[in-house]
């Protein structure tokens, strides 16, 4: 019998290629999206999109109006995506995140007799989150196995990061091996409502520029 | 000036002590209760009325279907809840509860400035939930603090753990010394939709027992 995986499934490049490697690994795969009324809520679409390709056993797409974050350019649509390269964390970055998706990921788990979470994190090509780095990843895993009745009775969580030391282009290349195709995921930040990207924010600017030095073609459709 | 806290209030005897030693210690107290679809959604309306007796700076509800924990009592309506002692964590328990709430508070508190949260846990008089014990709360601390912009920035966030030692019956008479109206609050997994508590299950036991133990009287409108 497979074993069950949860995957955290954003709609994004990296979240598709997760979950292809969850399936390659030979899991069952459940897929959760979290509709926090992100400004680039097309992500949910394409996330529909990847899990039906994918075969997934369930897609559970949890809502959490976070639109009071009104310090994040994701959740406050009154604040612009910065176009232009920047240093620091950018204003994109959404307070703890990553620690509500996971901790979602970890009841569904628990519910589900299931000890395997998947979250593409990455710590190369990426915004500079703190939420995407290793450390934050093994304290939650940590933290979850203090949490949870099924840790206490010796049902420890796992949470799996397959592509946090990938470069962007490794990303895509592993993706393409592994069947995703990348034109029905969505980075944007801006993305229009019929899925158009925007080319220019920094999500935008890390998978073309994984696009290119793979030397593949970019399937994205831009604005 | 004052420092602000985010107070987790369930509407509880436990969180309403814990906000009004949070009052006492002289925060500007910022309240979050979170609608998870629970089966006792009357603590939603007691936590309303514990705020407003406290003048909290803000109260925010936030809206969470965890419905689809099925193995839970408190959120699986077809579920009994227990009304006999017990051994083992029961099963009222909701998986991951706590890091759930405990994430979004983290997340209101670096949206505001604010780097202290108070929860009411205790792991005296308390029914076993692995999420009430102090190592849990030590870890996710250690947690938030790789996850976060401000941490990054040297900005520390504290968890507040006031009620974490003391007996029910010591909680009890904390808050009673600084104010606090407990026929505001309401323990009772399954509450009568007018605010009638049961009597009978292991919430309902450790809070009469506490009344019972500091010789005073019960205020609860049981059935």
């Given at each position: ?22 399936k ?5 795969c ?13 992500e ?11 075969s997934?056993k ?21 604040l ?34 299931c ?18 780095r ?6 939650f ?5 203090l949490a949870?009745?099924k ?15 990938l ?6 290349l ?8 990348y ?5 944007c ?11 220019k ?23």
């Amino acid at each position: 019998m497979s074993k069950k995986a949860i995957i955290l499934l954003s709609g994004g490049l990296d979240s598709a290629t997760t979950l292809a490697i969850a399936k390659k690994d030979n899991y069952d795969c459940y897929a959760l999206s979290v509709n926090y009324h992100q400004r680039h809520n097309y992500e949910l679409t394409a996330a529909k999109k990847i899990a039906k390709n994918f075969s997934v056993k369930d897609l559970k797409e949890v809502e959490i109006d976070l639109s009071w974050l009104n310090n994040s350019a994701l959740t406050n649509n009154s604040l612009s995506i910065p176009e232009n390269l920047s240093t620091g964390i950018p204003i994109t970055y959404v307070p703890a995140r990553n620690t509500i998706m996971m901790s979602l990921a970890m009841a569904w788990a628990e519910s589900i007799d299931c000890t395997d979470i998947f979250i593409g994190v990455n710590a190369v090509d990426y915004s500079g989150y703190p939420d995407c780095r290793e450390e934050y990843i093994r304290s939650f895993q940590k933290m979850a196995n203090l949490a949870t009745k099924k840790a206490v009775e010796g049902e420890l969580l796992k949470i799996h990061t397959p592509l946090i030391k990938l470069s962007k282009k490794e990303i895509i290349l592993k993706g393409i091996e592994l069947g995703v195709d990348y034109s029905f995921t969505i980075s944007c930040y801006q993305v229009s409502p019929d899925g158009l990207a925007c080319g220019k924010c920094d999500s935008c600017r890390l998978r073309k520029a994984g696009f290119e030095n793979a030397g593949l073609p970019d399937p994205t459709k831009y604005l």
